[in-house]
């Protein structure tokens, strides 16, 4: 069978799948009548997060039978559509937990030690100890917005590093097994209690701008917000004014509402760390997802020609 390939993917995915007998094509940057075009006598598709998978690709693929996205998150496919049309929709949410964790355990490390500042200084051969004194983050509560596999993650690296953890996700049936010692609480506690709040959702339409003016408001001022997340799920005009009227201490970005973010003085802000979407950016996730992805399409069109 035919797979196309939107978005760039690790070279042994593409030879798997290869091997197994299918015909891959590899091209990027589609969008929009050039993505359906380009569908033609494909049953399988391979998306990361830059090809969006909207109602009219998917209405126009009519051989289209699989589309998997390799990463966390279908908010680039349009999944209504594609159950309307009886197209399988999968993702590869494992593959990027522990470097999406990583980097948001980072960030906070950057910004409560003022790495990113203190470095370019010393580049710039300003010696500035006395000036970049920073703080511990043992002891402190870490709040977690989302427990999937990245915010679990998150929390086993906050309790090596001695802090208190607590957790909220309304869309987990139940707990999970060996995380007793992360205390389950509401959005409301959390956003009162937490020193640093960080968010591990995916964006919906519960989940779009939830943590705005109002929820900013509720929480401490010396507070941190860190969202490697999705963009759109932090309301960026509200944080902005948060941080400029002193209601928050500061904030760690990886994502935003539109990507990329432009000129725009959130990024420039000098309490905010803002990287260009990295989460899974590391040669580890992207074999992980890779080749999570292409088991997923290999199997899938084994099943559709028994």
């Known amino acids: 069978m035919k797979i196309l390939v939107a978005d760039r993917i690790d070279e042994a995915a593409l030879a798997r799948m290869r091997d197994a007998g299918h015909e891959v094509d590899e091209r990027t940057g589609l969008q929009g009548a050039e993505l359906v075009q380009a569908l033609a006598g494909c049953q399988a598709l391979l998306v990361r997060g830059a090809t969006r998978v909207t109602g009219e690709v998917l209405r126009g693929a009519r051989d289209l039978k699989v589309v998997v996205r390799a990463g966390t998150g279908l908010d680039n496919v349009d999944q209504a559509a594609a159950r309307n049309r009886g197209v399988a929709v999968f993702n590869t949410p494992a593959a990027n937990a522990v470097s999406v964790a990583e980097l948001a355990f980072g960030m906070l490390l950057a910004l409560e030690r003022h790495l990113v500042d203190a470095a370019s200084d010393l580049r710039r051969g300003h010696w500035e100890k006395s000036k970049y004194s920073g703080r511990e983050i043992a002891g402190r509560h870490l709040g977690l917005v989302g427990f999937g596999r990245i915010g679990r993650e998150m929390?086993?690296?906050?309790?090596?590093?001695?802090?208190?953890?607590?957790?909220?996700?309304?869309?987990?049936?139940?707990?999970?097994?060996?995380?007793?010692?992360?205390?389950?609480?509401?959005?409301?506690?959390?956003?009162?209690?937490?020193?640093?709040?960080?968010?591990?959702?995916?964006?919906?339409?519960?989940?779009?701008?939830?943590?705005?003016?109002?929820?900013?408001?509720?929480?401490?001022?010396?507070?941190?917000?860190?969202?490697?997340?999705?963009?759109?799920?932090?309301?960026?005009?509200?944080?902005?004014?948060?941080?400029?009227?002193?209601?928050?201490?500061?904030?760690?970005?990886?994502?935003?509402?539109?990507?990329?973010?432009?000129?725009?003085?959130?990024v420039k802000h000098p309490r905010v760390l803002a990287t260009p979407h990295l989460g899974a950016s590391t040669a580890d996730a992207q074999r992980r997802a890779g080749d999570e992805a292409a088991t997923i399409i290999i199997e899938a069109l084994a099943a559709l020609a028994v």
Not at 182 to 193: F, K, M, N, P, Y
């Open 155 to 266: 929390a086993v690296r906050a309790r090596a590093f001695d802090m208190k953890v607590s957790a909220t996700d309304p869309l987990l049936p139940q707990w999970p097994g060996g995380y007793e010692w992360v205390r389950r609480g509401t959005l409301d506690a959390l956003l009162t209690e937490a020193d640093v709040l960080s968010l591990h959702v995916p964006l919906t339409s519960d989940t779009r701008g939830m943590i705005g003016a109002v929820e900013m408001a509720r929480m401490k001022p010396d507070a941190l917000l860190l969202n490697c997340s999705r963009g759109g799920t932090v309301d960026e005009a509200a944080l902005l004014a948060a941080l400029e009227g002193g209601r928050l201490r500061g904030a760690a970005l990886d994502v935003f509402a539109t990507e990329p973010p432009g000129d725009v003085p959130l």
